[in-house]
């Protein structure tokens, strides 16, 4: 109730909280009441590790945990939120297994109920991409990852061909695309050197390297190496890229390192795609610095710093 900012619904249902969540912003003061209930959750599941086997059965378990990481108003709740329930998960010992739970429970709201909270799902992706980390390096339990990666590679299609589609018009929400991409890098960590290469650059494969250079971040590149090559004319409006803010960028880049990570094939062809888009055979090399500040070049002897006078 008061990560609904409403306290009189303490003895209320389960369903007359949920909707007050979506409906109602939390001020300062049920935020912090909030994070400190949390705490003492967290603390008393450590305590007491046969309740979270009991709350893991419970389906009013499920909707508090997306109505909190999801659906609330309050970002640092739902980072509180966040930060709790991984170390519920990955540090009270218990007979059955929570992160499992948990990490199906996320990837199970992921087509659902995500894309119509897009503004405030940064901290769900987050925990997921923070739950498989942790699956990767402790290897406590197997995990489907590769459907899972499957997934993640045909909503990057799909994203790829309604932009096309919409002649450069966003069409998918920026913390959505940000989120796919860092969980899609977290899947690739699980996976093979065969299976990177042939995601990234083998013939008939997903060819990501190139459509994540030539689409999502560097498109103008590309149209201005075709004209180059007189294979194209230059347009006539702006040419957007799909990931257009510094955050989409980041998780792009990213994911294309993981991409050419231990992958040979995958680094040779994200080389010859620099070569191709930003460089020239017929360009004489470069002999001064593109930019020089409107000063006289300096002497190749000359003194450094400052000179009495």
Known sequence: ?????????????????????????VDAESTSLCKESLEVLSALLALQPDLQESLIKERDWKTFIIDLLLMSRSRPLRLTVCDQ???????????????????????TNLSTIVPENPKSSSEYFTLACKLLSNVRTSKAFSFDVNHKLKLEV???????????????????????????????????????????????????????????????????????????KRTAHLPSESVQAICSSHLTQQAAYDFLVALCYDSVPNMERLCLLQNELFYSEHELPLMEWEYMPAIGARPSQGSVGLKNA
């Open 1 to 25: 109730s008061a990560a609904a900012g409403a306290a009189h619904l303490a003895k209320a249902s389960v369903d007359e909280i949920h909707g007050a969540v979506e409906s109602k912003p």
């Open 85 to 107: 329930l991984f170390l519920v998960v990955t540090r009270c010992p218990t007979t059955s297994n929570p992160c499992r739970f948990l990490l199906t429970l996320l990837f």
């Open 154 to 228: 045909e909503w990057l299609k799909k994203v790829k061909s309604d932009f096309q589609s919409s002649r450069g018009g966003n069409t998918v929400e920026d913390a959505l695309l940000e989120g796919h991409l860092r969980i899609a890098k977290e899947l690739l960590q699980f996976q093979s050197v065969d299976v990177k290469r042939q995601l990234g650059s083998a013939d008939g494969g997903e060819n990501l390297v190139q459509e994540l250079v030539e689409e999502f971040l560097c498109p103008a590149s590309k149209q201005l190496s075709l004209y180059k």
